[in-house]
Structures are given as structure tokens and as C-alpha cells.
């Protein structure tokens, strides 16, 4: 048996069996016992709520397992209930910390059960789980998630949304025991006075008052306590590529770096990366809601493709992510799914036009013919040059244009976006921009530029484009004229192939409105267009579709079909489509003229920006 420079055996084991039994799998022990927290806590919560269920036969059973402590209190019951509810995910994850924190629960629930309950089947109940838990501690090694400041203050909304809501049903759940008839605006303020421990203007009859009240405001005190400790535990920063590693993925895209048009994103800065064990190969992936989701293909030799996923798969273990690849090539694929055991589904195309190729001339090019031609006829002129070219003045203005067309608060884009223009260590990224001189330009603070397109290298002789951006007040037809320009200088510049835009279901699309397409994809390409209403899926094909690109796959690697839709919600928020922080409560305008909304697509995630005219 062998062994290559990255650690990889071969011989009697087929690769793919050894690394699926290593990589992450789901382990039933975590998962039982995430779901009897959840249970256990609904139980509790609904005990301390309802005074019925108290007493009915359901919660006689239930009342021995653990944290639920029946006559104690009902503001007890409604705490611990709680803290299960919390646990619960992070159990299923494999979180350490929530085992330490069930190890504790677990003991003192059982002294509660003796001492309140004298119950020796719940102490039993609650020790048979505590046992459980130490015996297979082994499996609950995750680390923490990355994680900042904010997430105190979601926890402060979603947890002071809860309890308003928790505390509406507790206010509520005792009819013949109010006095008199209560407002809804008084029971939303008896509610917000018992989450601060003071008494509100609703009243009741025999003792259930101090229920209610103690209900509100252990409440209360789990919003704060858990808000607190978030907001003051030590910060674990989310990745961030250092410039050290940004120059090693330099050096091997330098090596490798025609192989993936997709593979200068690597060098965003907010992305984490690991290493094959021989530094010949890198996967880049940033950490989002639990989902390790890497894009495009590995960097670097493909050879050493395997080391690198492997320690990106160890990694995803070690903190019981969620792996995921969006937009990796067919290669790219077969490698993720042959020494992952994973999964591949095909996502779209990515429009990719040859420049040797590519002419004006002909029927099918008649449309984009026009459309350039009558833009030039308008007194529009384009440059298309070299970062490095560009003064940095210039370079400034740019920047500061395409920050304001941009219309949004958050940049946008992830696995197909760089996020930056004109870095002076991308002098190799090509800037194509277009000119006006006018009367108005004098009232512009950007002069006569009207629109930019930026690309980034693909290797030594291809550029792949990131992102498009106009003045709103320039005329229709500004994406069309860039990218022409850009093909047309494209051998100026050394540059023989041009990847555009991404198309979701591209395929679909196409096969879809074909003559002979069977009901079923007929009802599936329907339903893209009607999704186009807000994602422009089939906007952006059909203005990818104009300039006769040739088609190459893309695909989303994922572990379980149950995984996807926490990929998708990952992905998006990794593109930014989906933002889970404050807006600006303002936003910058420029000098003369309102700022609005830039005239781009936002297509779903894994798609670039574009404006489909």
C-alpha cells in the first residue's frame, strides 16, 4: 500500500469507502437525544403555560424525564423548558459546549425530581440520559462556531419576541381567574412590566398572580441572561484570508489558475482556506449559518485536489458544519463526489465565449448589432484597460461610482465576486468603462463616466467578468456595449476567452421551450418564469444567450437532499441576498442627483451582477 505527498493511501480500500466511513455522518445518539430536549422542552413550556395540562395525564408522564419538575413552579418548568429548547440544536450538532451544558442540567434536574417530587423514576430517568451523554461524550467534540457582537443582539429580538409572545399566552391562559375584562393593550403591557419583574394592570383570583408574575419574569431573566452572555463571551471572528495565505493561492493560481474560471474569487478576504498536507492545492469556503460552503473548484494541482478536501472535510467534522460546494465544475464534481461520498446536482451553466470566435456579423447577432451601434451614435465611447493602467485617481472615481450605482446596502456575491475593484494586487483584472461628455456630466461628480464593467484573470489568457454597474441616467444598452468592447480589445490584451454570467437552470430553460417538450419540463420551465419575476433566472440566460457563448456546467455538492435547503438558505446569505444585519439607517447620495437603485440584476445565489437590457 502507497502513500502520495498528501497522505492519501491507495491499495485494498477504494478511496471513496475510506473517506466516506471518515468523513462526517449523522450519529443517532446526538440526534435522540437533540430530539428528546426539543420534546422534553415543548412539555415543559406547556406545563408552565397551561394550568390544564398540569394536571392532565400527559404531563404525569412526562414530568419524570428530565427538567420537568411538576408542582415546583410553573415559571421553573417554563425556564427549564427553555434552556432545553436551546440546547436541543446544538446537541444534534455535536456542540461540546451544549453537552456541558446538558451534564449540568441533567444532575440538578434529578436532585429536584428527589427533592420536590420524591421521585425515584425520575432520578433514575435522569441519571439512565446523564450516563448516556458521558458514554458516548466522544461524540459530541464540535468546536464553536465562528461568532461576533451580533449575535447578542438577534438573540435580544428573537428571545424578547418570544417572551412578548409566550408572555400573550400566559396572560391569557387562566379565563376564570382575571379580574374583569382586560384590554389586549393591558395584557401586552402586564406583559412587558412581568418580563421586567413588576406587577401590570391585569389582575386575578387565587394565587395566580404569583404564576403569572414569576412566569414573566423568569422570562425575562432568560432573555437577558442569555443576551448578556452573548454579548460578552470572548469573540470568535469569522475566517479571514491572511497575507500569508492569499500568497500562497496566489503562487498557485499562477501554476493552475486557467483550469477554473472561478478560481481568482478564491482570493476574497473574507473567506477562510485550508491546505492539502503538500501546499499544492486549497479550498476556500466561508462558514454561514452552519453551512461550510466552498465555491467553485479546488485550487491548485489537481492531483493534490484530494488532500485539500480531505482537510476541508475534517474541518466541516470538527465543527459539525454542514459541507457544501456551490458552482464547481464537472471535474471539480467527480473529484468532490468520488473522495467525499457527497452528492451532485447540477445548478446551471456558465456562459463562456471564445474570442476568436466572436463577431458582429450575422442574423443572430443582429440584435446586439443594433443596440451598440445606435449607443454609439449617442456620443458614447468606451476604453477597456488594465488595472494597473488606470491612474489612481481614476481608479478612486471608479470605486466610488460603483459603490453608489450599486443600490444596495450589502455587496453582493460570494462564489462569483471578488468585492473589490482596482486593488494594486489585482493590476492584472481588466476595467472596461464607458464615456458621455454632456451637459449634465459637469453636474455629475464621477464627470462623463457612465458605466463600468469589471473582469478578473482566468489564467494567463482569460478574464472572467465580476461584476456591472451604470449611472441610472445613462441610456439602456450599457452592459451590451462594454462586453463587446471587452471581446473586441480581448486580443489587444492577450486574452482568447471571456466566462460571463452564470445562468441557473439554463438547461431547463432551453430544453423547455423546445418543440416536443414533455408536460412535466414545460411545468418546471414555468415555474423558473415565474420565479423570474424576482430572481430574472430567465432574463439573465437569454441576455447571456445573445452573444453565442458555449454552455459549461456547474453543480452544488451537498451530503443529504435534506441538507439543501439549508444550503440554499446558506448560499444566499453568503451572496447577500438574504442579510441578517441591521440596515443602514441611511445611505450615502451623490453630490447633484438623488441615489437609487442601480440598474442590475439580482439573480439567485451563485450568479454574478448583471443588467439583462
Sequence with gaps: MSVTQDGDKSGSVPSRVRRALRGPRPEKVPSLVGTACTVIGLIDIAAGVFPRFRASRMHAIAEVLPGTLGPLSAALSLSVGVLLLLLAHGLKRHKRRAWRAAVILLPVGAVAQFVYRHSVIGVLFSLLLLALLLRHRGEFAALPDPRSRWKALANFVLM?????????????????????????????????????????????????????????????????????????????????????????????????????????????????????????????????????????????????????????????????????????????????????????????????????????????????????????????????????????????AIRRAAADWRGTDTERGFSMALGRIGDAADGDAVIATAHKADAESGASPYGDLKAIIHFVPWGMDGMSLELMRRDRSADPGMNELLIVAALQAAPRLGITRVSLNFAMFRSALARGEKLGAGPVLRVWRGLLVFLSRWFQIESLYKFNAKFQPHWEPRFVVYRSTRDLPRIGFAAMQAEGFVTLAPPRPFRRRSAGRTARPCAHITPPAGEREVRAA
Aim: contains cysteine; charged residues 25%; proline residues 4%.
Design 160 to 396: 424578547g419576541a418570544g417572551s412578548l409572545a409566550l408572555g400573550l399566552v400566559i396572560v391569557s391562559a387562566h379565563p376564570g381567574r382575571v379580574i374583569g375584562s382586560p384590554s389586549l393593550s393591558d395584557r401586552l403591557e402586564h406583559v412587558l412590566y412581568g418580563l421586567f419583574g413588576v406587577e401590570g394592570p391585569v389582575g386575578y383570583r387565587g394565587g395566580v398572580d404569583w404564576t403569572v408574575g414569576y412566569s414573566l419574569g423568569a422570562l425575562g431573566l432568560l432573555t437577558a441572561i442569555t443576551t448578556i452572555y452573548l454579548a460578552f463571551r470572548p469573540e470568535h471572528p469569522v475566517a479571514r484570508l491572511t497575507e500569508d495565505d492569499e500568497t500562497r493561492l496566489r503562487a498557485l493560481l499562477a501554476k493552475h489558475g486557467g483550469r477554473d474560471s472561478l478560481g481568482h474569487f478564491a482570493l476574497r478576504r473574507d473567506k477562510g482556506v485550508v491546505f492539502s498536507p503538500s501546499g499544492k492545492a486549497a479550498v476556500c469556503y466561508r462558514v454561514v449559518s452552519g453551512v461550510m460552503l466552498a465555491s467553485g473548484d479546488p485550487i491548485g494541482d489537481v492531483e493534490a485536489w484530494p488532500g485539500a478536501i480531505e482537510r476541508f472535510m475534517d474541518e466541516a467534522k470538527a465543527h459539525s458544519w454542514t459541507p457544501a460546494v456551490m458552482g464547481c465544475s464537472e471535474t471539480g464534481g467527480e473529484v468532490w463526489t468520488r473522495e467525499t461520498g457527497l452528492d451532485a446536482l447540477e445548478l446551471g451553466d456558465e456562459a463562456v465565449v471564445d474570442v476568436a470566435d466572436f463577431s458582429l456579423t450575422g442574423r443572430a447577432m443582429r440584435n446586439v448589432r443594433q443596440m451598440v451601434k445606435r449607443i454609439e451614435r449617442n456620443g458614447y465611447t468606451t476604453r477597456v484597460r488594465r488595472a494597473r493602467d488606470l491612474p489612481e485617481d481614476e481608479l478612486e
